[in-house]
């Protein structure tokens, strides 16, 4: 049985959205103080979580999109 690419692409774009998600979430711990790290650390992974989360599975499925024939 062959694999599907587009059934690997959309596993991709769902780990990366998760991965996001769960960036935001310890970059949450760390700014209320469940995480001993400085709080700046927490602002920023929430940032970059918040990116992941939001763009980048919308730059990934532009990027894999099919090309109109």
Known sequence: ???DPAFARFIVIQLVRWSGVAMVLVGLM???GKI???RIAGV???AAG???AMLMPLLLSRRWKTPPE
């Open 44 to 46: 920023v992974l929430a």
């Open 36 to 38: 001993d790290l400085p």
């Open 30 to 32: 760390i700014i209320v």
């Open 50 to 52: 918040l990116v992941e």
């Open 1 to 3: 049985m062959s694999q």
